[in-house]
């Protein structure tokens, strides 16, 4: 007897399970695309984890009885970055697998740039991690799936963004990271912490929202108006709105009266995003 017709003979029959008798194996779990974005070598897609059970369908009397798959979302999310001769940098920790001609090495800090990615000891102030993963070359990487909700955005030559501290999840590598820190200690009880991840130039970034992105507010502040907003609502704002922490009110008894705690000031023009939704009930996706 031939072992490797044997072999050949079980791989077969395998098959022809999986593709005709889906009753007969547990339920699966599935992805399914719901949103992609690129920007030169690199892009960025986003899957919907399912469970994929097999429902006998009965037909008429005598027709053969056939299957339907029905998909039941988890509510996982997972991304997956395709690179041809690019490089994408992670936070930490979010590696599931990756394949092809790909080099992995750890961030601390961008030259000249001060690098919120590098600040090991100022850390302390903020949600994110001290340390990034950079990616480079030519493959896939998929990260570990998750509940929270991405929104993705290419960023033009001479933008610059500030994003809220525990929101940063990747970025292309032509992007320049740095931190910005505010001038005024009160930030560090803030919503958005004492420092913030600075983006500056051309390329995709992937941001890590607590709400879905249908619920995300966009303020298109002209020159000559302000926003006034709690930290924690903030998603992400233009980095040239001259940024500030504070009081709602002047004064110790003004304060304790307006029953506000600190509040951001931004100066227009520029752009602020906001997640309303999710101060007042949570995410309603």
């Not at 958005?192 to 390329?203: A, E, H, I, K, T």
Request: charged content about 20%.
């Amino acid at each position: 007897m031939n072992p490797h017709s044997a072999l050949s003979r079980l791989i077969v029959s395998l098959r022809i399970r999986q593709a005709y008798w889906p009753a007969t194996l547990s339920s699966m779990s599935y992805r399914i695309q719901l949103s992609e974005e690129s920007s030169g070598g690199l892009r960025a897609e986003l899957y919907a984890i399912c469970k994929v059970t097999s429902q006998l369908v009965q037909g008429t009397s005598g027709a053969t009885p056939t299957f339907r798959d029905i998909y039941t979302d988890t509510g996982q999310r997972q991304l997956k970055f395709t690179l041809q001769d690019d490089s994408v940098v992670l936070e930490p920790g979010i590696l599931s697998y990756a394949h092809g001609r790909l080099k992995f090495e750890v961030i601390q800090q961008q030259a000249g740039g001060g690098g919120f990615l590098g600040r090991a000891m100022r850390s302390a102030g903020t949600g994110e991690s001290a340390y990034g993963t950079r990616v480079t070359g030519t493959g896939e990487v998929w990260t570990e799936p998750t509940h929270k909700h991405f929104v993705f955005a290419n960023m033009e030559s001479g933008d610059s963004m500030l994003v809220d501290d525990k929101a940063y999840y990747a970025a292309q590598g032509s992007l320049r990271l740095s931190t910005h820190q505010h001038a005024r200690v009160q930030g560090a009880v803030s919503g958005n912490g004492l420092m913030q991840p600075r983006l500056d130039g051309r390329g995709l970034l992937v941001i890590e929202s607590p709400v879905s992105v249908h619920e995300i507010e966009m303020l298109d502040v002209p020159a000559g108006e302000t926003v006034t907003v709690d930290g924690d609502m903030m998603l992400m704002y233009t980095a040239t709105m001259n940024p500030r922490l504070g009081p709602l009110v002047r004064g110790l008894r003004n304060s304790l009266r307006s029953g506000e705690g600190l509040v951001y000031t931004l100066d227009g023009p520029g752009q602020v995003f906001l997640t309303p939704t999710h101060v007042a009930t949570g995410s309603l996706a």
